[in-house]
């Protein structure tokens, strides 16, 4: 569809909004972003937190796509590996990938919304209105009403579409479904969520290993960094709401000093501020976003986590949220209408978002605990011994998600499911990877896994 001459208002100037931006202002159209919040590029994050996030290969294949990975990429500190820290004070790397390319990378958030806005603003046909919140949406009559934070008055904007890329607890959404236009149901996990800073060294020196994710699973829960480019680490703990290890039960200096000290010891004495922090932050919930039908006719569409928000434990929701951009931009090309265009990208994407949240809530469990398990780390070891011997039928299910976005997510889903059976069977009487019978690994991948489509390697930066 070429989009020339039309006008887009989208809701919502987060990665999903600023990425949709470039890519219909490329097709002709006008685009209005929209958002409650101040201009980011106008002074630091609004929370003065330093929050980053983990980029794969699916968001950075989006960048490429939109032609904005080379002003990012520059910001991307790469991660090898996971970087097991055990009770006792011993750790390993665990690397995620069996190619020196195949690798993660750490990204500051606001950074990446930053730089995206400024692209996205460069263009000719681009605005912004920041400090306006989406209020109402009125689809009989194709209107939504933003209130102009800064004057207080209330402004009313045509829907010819709106895309509402409002985020998590999306009030498009919310409107949609109390209009009985759209199912949709957000299920909260009980656990939450605290940010914490591990500063850094003499002379913005790393005091950990500066190339990995560092996890400290603990079983109910668990702690994990991701390095800045500053040389200091965004720490977050993951922790029930309530109960005895709790977010509830913390609830002195002490209480959070001595826990913080009893199970992550070599990481506290690397945060001096750390009970100042956890008192003075926000603890942060979070959930999984569950919404059938995403559109309501050529009026509005939902996208990013507004469509469908994940818990973040694979590190893929916003990577998810830029794949989104990119289908779209396909459904464009394969459509005549608006109407189509949304039918045809909820068709192609809600069976992957899915199958996206589901593996985001498996993985917690796998940091917090499996990481940690002898017989854990044979199967991985064994599954990027399978795809060495194996590469057209087997690829660890972490590796098709995070290195491989030719794979949709339900197919790493469905292929994952067997690989897993397939990686117990043939650990259960093996100590070592010496002692796989491979020969059966070989009649048994041959029969289950089929052959996979021819791939490219991973997004080159
Ligand atoms: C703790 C945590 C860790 C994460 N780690 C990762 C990770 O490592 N890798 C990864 O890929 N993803 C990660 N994510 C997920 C990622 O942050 C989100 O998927 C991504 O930010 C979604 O982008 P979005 O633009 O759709 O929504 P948001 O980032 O939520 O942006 C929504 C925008 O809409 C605006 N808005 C909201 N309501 C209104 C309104 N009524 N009117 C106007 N504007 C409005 C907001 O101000 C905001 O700017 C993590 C999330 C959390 C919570």
């Not at 939504?144 to 008055?153: E, K």
């Not at 070599?266 to 919404?291: H, K, N, S």
């Not at 992957?352 to 469990?365: H, V």
Request: hydrophobic content about 40%; glycine content about 8%.
């Amino acid at each position: 569809m070429n989009l020339a001459g039309e006008s887009v208002a989208v809701a919502g100037a987060g990665p999903t909004g600023a990425l949709l931006a470039i890519l219909l202002e490329r097709r002709g159209a006008g685009v209005t972003l929209y958002d409650s919040r101040p201009d980011p590029r106008r002074g630091a994050d609004e929370s003065g937190r330093s929050i980053n996030l983990a980029m794969a290969d699916r968001g950075i294949h989006a960048l490429a796509l939109a032609g904005v990975l080379d002003e990012i990429k520059g910001a991307l500190v790469p991660m090898r590996g996971r970087f097991v820290h055990q009770p006792d004070g011993s750790g390993a790397l665990q690397p995620y990938g069996r190619r020196p390319h195949e690798v993660i990378y750490a990204i500051s958030r606001s950074k990446l919304n930053r730089v995206l806005l400024e692209v996205a603003l460069r263009r000719p046909r681009v605005q912004a209105r920041f400090e306006h919140r989406l209020e109402e949406t009125d689809f009989a009559a194709r209107l939504a009403r933003f209130r102009d934070l800064r004057r207080g008055a209330a402004i009313e904007v045509p829907m010819r579409p709106l895309l509402a890329a409002d985020g998590a607890r999306s009030t498009t959404r919310r409107r949609m479904a109390a209009l009985g236009l759209i199912e949709a149901r957000e299920e909260d996990l009980e656990h939450g969520y605290k940010e914490l800073t591990i500063p850094a060294g003499p002379g913005n020196s790393y005091r950990m290993e500066r190339e990995a994710l560092h996890i400290w699973p603990r079983g109910g829960y668990m702690l994990i960094a991701l390095p800045n480019e500053d040389g200091s680490f965004t720490a977050t703990l993951f922790l029930p709401a309530s109960g005895p290890s709790s977010f509830a039960s913390l609830d002195t200096g002490c209480a959070i000093d001595a826990f913080l000290s009893e199970n992550f010891p070599d990481a506290r004495a690397l945060m001096p501020d750390c009970v100042a922090e956890f008192q003075r932050r926000p603890t942060g919930f979070l959930g999984t976003v569950y919404a059938g039908g995403w559109h309501v006719r050529d009026t509005a569409a939902l996208i990013g986590d507004a469509a469908h928000a994940i818990v973040p434990f694979h590190g893929q929701g916003m990577n998810c949220c830029f794949e989104d951009c990119v289908e779209l931009d396909v459904c464009l090309d394969q459509s005549s209408s608006w109407e189509q265009v949304f039918e045809r990208f909820y068709a192609s994407r809600k069976t992957n978002t899915d199958a996206i949240a589901e593996m985001a809530l498996e993985n917690y469990l796998e940091m917090r605990e499996r990481v940690a398990d002898p017989k854990f780390r044979l199967q991985q070891s064994l599954a990027l011994e399978l795809e060495r011997r194996f590469p057209h039928r087997f690829i660890p299910r972490y590796s098709m998600v995070m290195f491989h976005h030719e794979i949709p997510y339900r197919a790493a889903l469905e292929r994952g499911a067997i690989q897993s059976r397939l990686l117990a069977e043939l650990t259960e009487n093996a100590a070592t990877l010496a002692g796989v019978d491979y020969a059966r690994a070989a009649r048994e991948i041959e029969s289950r896994l089929a052959l996979l489509p021819a791939l490219s390697s991973v997004t080159k930066l």
